[in-house]
């Protein structure tokens, strides 16, 4: 593992060789620091088998948010996504001209890939709780996942529309929140 200032780095998980500025669709999964469920409770309804999410303030900012982003880049679609107590589960699809040439990842200013998109999202939902003083931090890193075939999003989809009635089964799950 490789040292900078004398700490080790975590190596990215980002697919090597894919330039994360080109057109696709992107599964995307943000956590929030130590999983704590900033936004919102699960309440189950047993009689009819289904489950909402009770949001807070800022679970329903963060989902206004999620849903202001093609606003801020007008080549981002949204698809399915989901804001669970302690993450988001969201599909993007980047839908830019054709490139000619690609480019790989690299280190330094970025704008227009799917860093950026995520980094501003991020960046706004952390400057909202600052701003009406309510605690709230993001984990470090996100999870991002290249869909590369129509089963897979549909697979995709389905676990995103699925995941709040599987919230019993999350680690991170507390009987009567």
Same mark, same amino acid.
């Given at each position: 593992?490789?040292?900078?200032?004398?700490?080790?780095?975590?190596?990215?998980?980002?697919?090597?060789?894919?330039?994360?500025?080109?057109?696709?669709?992107?599964?995307?999964?943000?956590?929030? /620091?130590?999983?704590?469920?900033?936004?919102?409770?699960?309440?189950?309804?047993?009689?009819?088998?289904?489950?909402?999410?009770?949001?807070?303030?800022?679970?329903?900012?963060?989902?206004?948010?999620?849903?202001?982003i093609?606003?801020?880049f007008?080549?981002?679609?949204?698809?399915?996504?989901?804001?669970?107590?302690?993450?988001?589960?969201?599909?993007?699809?980047?839908?830019?001209?054709?490139?000619?040439?690609?480019?790989?990842?690299?280190?330094?200013?970025?704008?227009?890939?799917?860093?950026?998109?995520?980094?501003?999202?991020?960046?706004?939902?952390?400057?909202y709780?600052?701003?009406?003083?309510?605690?709230?931090?993001?984990?470090?890193r996100?999870?991002?996942?290249?869909?590369?075939?129509?089963?897979?999003?549909?697979?995709?989809? /389905?676990?995103?529309?699925?995941?709040?009635? /599987?919230?019993?089964?999350?680690?991170?799950?507390?009987?009567?929140?």
């Amino acid at each position: 593992m490789l040292k900078f200032k004398n700490k080790y780095r975590i190596p990215t998980s980002r697919l090597k060789g894919w330039d994360y500025g080109s057109s696709g669709l992107y599964f995307i999964t943000i956590c929030t /620091k130590n999983k704590v469920p900033y936004f919102g409770n699960i309440q189950f309804d047993e009689a009819k088998d289904t489950a909402s999410i009770q949001k807070t303030k800022l679970g329903l900012i963060a989902e206004n948010f999620w849903t202001e982003i093609p606003k801020h880049f007008a080549f981002v679609k949204l698809d399915e996504f989901i804001i669970m107590p302690n993450h988001i589960h969201g599909i993007i699809f980047m839908d830019k001209e054709p490139q000619v040439q690609w480019f790989e990842n690299k280190f330094g200013p970025q704008s227009s890939n799917l860093a950026s998109i995520i980094r501003s999202y991020k960046a706004a939902v952390k400057k909202y709780s600052t701003l009406n003083k309510i605690k709230f931090e993001w984990q470090e890193r996100y999870y991002d996942h290249i869909i590369k075939s129509d089963m897979e999003l549909e697979n995709i989809r /389905k676990y995103i529309s699925e995941n709040i009635l /599987k919230w019993t089964l999350d680690e991170n799950y507390i009987k009567n929140e």
